[in-house]
């Protein structure tokens, strides 16, 4: 089937038009759009996914080289050796996405262009310098991949310099390497013709390596004008990156993907290479699996399969074997305990037939075991030992029940990644591979090859990469299939009339959510009439941005909500409750705690919100003189008051006290033209984050633990983290070889590390930074060209004797000119050191040797918010100009100062060594901020428990000890830690008389966990 673009509807040409898609030459036929391919379905309510072409940012390149060859013989040119072809594409040729379709599915259909020769090229075949290059894990029908670009390059179009890039991306940069191990291949009919008859990747590969800059420098260096990117989520989106540069560039080089995950998980395509392989390998081990567990007396046999997020391998390969009594994938949730259980349903199997198998893929049971926050040299997060645990699981449910059991455990996964590709993926491949060369030749780029509709079409990389990995749909055929082969418990099924995630028994993880929620979105559309034009939510938990989904801020997590639900049952004289009230522990939140505000802050508002009173002579009996002309002060240099709007930086007499507190500060000048004032340091810290992060390739160095702001708003602008431990064992000291490591793995796996965030004092570890340190931070930021973000809210709290705050400003600054090309950003808030004003939202940032380029873009960015509230402002203005000697305040403003940081001391020196008594806890000392982060020992069957029960084992010990006490902490997960270690932040700001309350209640509280759970 043809047609013509002219037919696609408005909604597709505004695509077409934002990709700057070529338009089809010629006219549609008379009543085009009115023709109808199925019942229902018009062609003019279909677009096409527009591939990039060369001539869209190369318009003077126009393709002129012919591509036509006789055609009237069969017969191979004798001189070039080039095969010919019967049929050359029309450049309107597409395939229908939607072959078949019914009520539910959307009212735009999809199509492709499809894959094959065109009849002009926009390359010389004769000039073509192309090189291929092999990413991430093994697969079968790579090298055959490597083989038919290779035969389709020079026995097609005649291409003789055709480079094999070895060990992935980082091959680039080896191009003149006199390592032979290292340098490119020349790859030839002659040395490509028999290696598909072997596993693996004769080009080698390699996880990360990814640097674009290096990679382009030497693609135009080299003269190289096609590149073939064989890997897979990952890798697409690198290629993409390639792809984008060379067009803002304008350099004349395609890139063409050619999609390899053996797990089958990327989106739009039918299938891809090496899955009908890894199904078949699979097998045997399943079979090999069946014999083990039918020799031996009640006899089990588990077998883990790949799948990280999809769990197609495990479901084929159990329908194609027919000897598998229990399948679980990371789309279904795992029930282990109840009448409905996977573990009750494998004894009645076992029970019934003597024996049972279990196939488990590698990404299933994240619910269980919790999300890992460690990552490989690719990116991907470490999963954890799914396979093992069932193991052990069903081990320990059979020997509970007094049952004899033999489980046996094989996990193929290596041994199918490295074989060679069955018949049915080596014809795959040669259509792949030919085509992906077509398409390059063509001028296409920025594409990849797959299968729609069992016919070979071209798809943009971006329109790939936009939904990967794709998922099983649990509520679809093949998992029904599943089920009726199996007869396992259908733990998917989220109520009789579908209405959402909210129906399903079990917490379900956000692959689990975003299914069930699609599912949900197609049930509410084929409910509706087929002419209803707008007929479900634009906004759902599905179609939000994917980014917040990622964004986690475990401050305010579940046990909060279980604390709002506790305080409401309180409120409404709820007694069967086994404690009185919530003690909120969580938050730094002051004032909430009983912590007494600044008289004199409270006292200058009051009159510049009601500016009549500062000249009625009552005023001067109710408030201190020193008061009354700093409130005139402000009225007299704030336009409006503070219900108007200010600058976008901040009012100027505020941010020239800040400038002269920061030069008292650090002995160093500061510009007021620098500093900008903002609702609390939170949004200084979002904007900061929000102009560095360019793409996911974009890394911020946060220490670990860290403040969750940190990994939400990374995550939110769509940027990667890269977390560089603090070593428990020094008390939370930062170590600048552990940087060094972080940002070389980091780099390794293609990411460029923008900015590193030093939190000073910690939080939530509460250290204080020594001026020797932040010097060496410091020259490391220098060396590695890394911007420096200084997040020093709690300079006023410094509790330990011989510590001293010491700001990253002053340090940068007493280190000399050498140091003046060091970018560094500073925050500062009202929230926390002794003001504690949290709902005043106060807060500012500094600016130092920033790029006056990034200056006015910082500016623009700002201002789109317009300002900051002025109450804030005034309190920045405060509390970095408070009273000083001599004024009628300053008596009471020494007093309520000093008292409160002597009371925040004496209650984290409590805090701290009540934890430390308590059995398999330690606790470092709270040498500044506001939070003491004690280190829990739990046993085994703790951490058992928690899994069982679908948590971290730390989120498990604070959420009993919320049910049993009411005091509300937050778990160390939350915060990132060391694998293996569990911890939770408490603050130290409750009242001292309820700090003793605290103490009693987890000491009794801890003896009771760890007696249930030795």
Request: with cysteine; proline share 5%.
């Amino acid at each position: 089937m043809s047609f013509r673009r002219e037919s696609v509807d408005s909604s597709a040409a505004a695509f077409q038009v934002a990709h700057k898609a070529a338009p089809f030459a010629g006219k549609h036929p008379k009543g085009f759009g009115e023709m109808v391919l199925v019942e229902g379905v018009s062609i003019a309510q279909t677009y096409l996914l527009p591939v990039p072409h060369l001539n869209h940012w190369l318009p003077e390149k126009d393709a002129k080289v012919s591509n036509r060859r006789k055609l009237d013989t069969q017969a191979e040119d004798p001189v070039e050796r080039k095969s010919t072809y019967n049929k050359i594409m029309g450049e309107s040729d597409v395939i229908l996405g939607d072959i078949r379709r019914n009520d539910s599915q959307e009212a735009v259909s999809r199509a492709y262009v499809r894959a094959g020769p065109r009849e002009h090229l926009f390359f010389d075949p004769s000039k073509v310098k192309a090189a291929i290059v092999t990413c991430g894990g093994l697969c079968p029908g790579l090298n055959n991949v490597v083989r038919d670009v290779t035969l389709a390059l020079w026995n097609l179009y005649g291409v003789r310099d055709i480079y094999g890039i070895r060990m992935g991306f980082a091959g680039f940069y080896n191009w003149d390497s006199m390592d032979q191990k290292e340098a490119p291949i020349m790859l030839t009919p002659k040395n490509v013709s028999s290696i598909h008859h072997h596993g693996g990747t004769i080009l080698g590969s390699n996880r990360g390596g990814f640097d674009q800059d290096k990679i382009i420098d030497f693609l135009t260096k080299n003269g190289v004008s096609q590149v073939y990117v064989i890997g897979g989520d990952g890798t697409h989106r690198a290629a993409n990156k390639i792809s984008e540069e060379c067009r803002r560039r304008k350099l004349a080089v395609a890139v063409a993907g050619v999609p390899k995950t053996i797990d089958n998980d990327v989106d739009l395509l039918d299938r891809s290479f090496g899955f009908n392989t890894a199904v078949e390998e699979a097998q045997r081990a399943i079979r090999s699996a069946s014999t083990e567990a039918r020799c031996v007396p009640n006899g089990i046999g588990v077998v883990k399969l790949m799948g990280r997020s999809a769990g197609f391998i495990a479901a084929h390969a159990s329908l194609s074997s027919g000897d598998v009594n229990l399948c679980l994938v990371p789309e279904i949730p795992i029930e282990l305990d109840g009448p409905r259980s996977c573990l009750e349903h494998l004894e009645h199997v076992v029970e019934e037939q003597g024996h049972g198998v279990v196939v488990v893929a590698e990404g299933a049971g994240e619910e269980l075991l919790g999300e890992s926050v460690e990552a490989d040299a690719g990116g991907n997060k470490k999963l954890p030992p799914i396979g093992a645990f069932m193991k052990d699981r069903i081990q320990e449910h059979f020997t509970k029940k007094g049952k004899e059991c033999t489980v046996k455990y094989i996990d193929p996964s290596y041994m199918i990644r490295s074989v060679p590709a069955n018949a049915a993926d080596s014809l795959y491949c040669m259509l792949l591979g030919q085509n992906a060369v077509h398409g390059a030749m063509t001028g296409y780029t920025g594409f990849t090859v797959g299968l729609s509709a069992n016919r070979v079409v071209y798809f943009p990389i971006e329109a790939v990469t936009r939904n990967s990995p794709r998922c099983m749909d649990p509520f679809g055929r093949t998992w029904e299939r599943v089920l009726c082969l199996t007869r396992q418990p259908n733990t998917a099924r989220v109520g009789d009339k579908m209405k959402g995630a909210k129906s399903c028994r079990l917490p379900l993880k956000h692959s689990h959510r975003k299914m069930l929620s699609r599912l949900a979105i197609k049930q509410l559309r084929s409910a509706s009439s087929a002419t209803t034009a707008r007929s479900f939510a634009v906004l759902t938990g599905e179609t939000i941005n994917p980014n917040i989904i990622k964004a986690e801020y475990a401050v305010r997590g579940a046990l909060v909500l279980r604390s709002n639900e506790y305080e409401d049952r309180l409120a409404k004289g709820d007694t069967s409750l086994p404690f009185d009230k919530v003690i909120p522990c969580n938050i730094g939140n002051p004032l909430v705690l009983k912590q007494p505000p600044i008289e004199f802050h409270r006292q200058v508002l009051a009159l510049v919100n009601v500016p009549g009173l500062v000249d009625q002579p009552e005023a001067k009996k109710l408030f201190p003189p020193d008061a009354i002309a700093r409130a005139k002060f402000y009225i007299d240099n704030i336009v409006g008051g503070t219900g108007a709007y200010g600058h976008s930086k901040g009012s100027a007499v505020v941010r020239e006290e800040v400038a002269r507190f920061l030069q008292r500060r650090d002995g160093h000048p500061a510009d007021p033209e620098d500093i900008y004032l903002t609702d609390g340091a939170s949004p200084a810290v979002q904007n900061s984050l929000l102009a560095l992060i360019r793409n996911e390739n974009d890394a911020i160095l946060t220490p670990i633990p860290q403040y969750p702001l940190y990994s939400a708003a990374i995550a939110i602008n769509g940027g990667s983290l890269v977390g560089y431990y603090l070593d428990e064992n020094s008390t939370w000291g930062l170590d600048v070889k552990e940087l060094a490591r972080a940002v070389q793995e980091a780099r390794s796996a293609g990411k460029t590390v923008r900015a590193l965030a030093a939190i000073n004092p910690g939080n939530p570890t509460g250290q204080c930074l020594s001026t020797e340190n932040i010097e060496e931070i410091i020259k490391f930021c220098k060396q590695e060209n890394i911007l420096i973000l200084a997040d020093e809210v709690y300079q006023e709290n410094v509790y330990a004797s011989g510590k001293k705050f010491v700001s990253f400003k002053k340090v940068l600054c007493d280190m000399g000119d050498e140091y003046d090309d060091v970018e560094l950003i500073s925050f500062h808030s009202t929230s926390k050191g002794f003001t504690g004003e949290c709902g005043r939202r106060g807060g500012y940032m500094e600016l130092v040797h920033i790029d006056e380029g990034a200056k006015e873009q910082l500016y623009k960015l700002m201002s789109v918010n317009l300002c900051s509230n002025i109450e804030g402002q005034l309190m920045v203005g405060m509390m970095t100009n408070p009273p000083q000697a001599g004024d009628a305040s300053y008596k009471r403003y020494v007093e309520q100062r000093d008292g409160t940081l002597q009371a925040l001391k004496r209650r984290a020196v409590k805090l701290v060594e009540a934890f430390n008594e308590l059995e398999g806890v330690t606790c470092n000392e709270t040498e500044g901020a506001m939070y003491t982060f004690p280190r829990v020992t739990l046993s085994t069957k703790a951490v058992e428990a928690a899994k069982a029960a679908g948590m971290a084992p730390d989120a498990f010990y604070c959420m009993q000890m919320l049910d049993e006490t009411g005091i509300v902490v937050v778990p160390g997960s939350g915060f990132g830690q060391k694998e293996g270690t569990w911890h939770f932040r408490s603050t130290i700001l409750p009242p001292e008389e309820a700090v003793d309350e605290v103490i009693e209640k987890t000491a009794k509280f801890h003896a009771k966990f760890m007696d249930k759970y030795r």
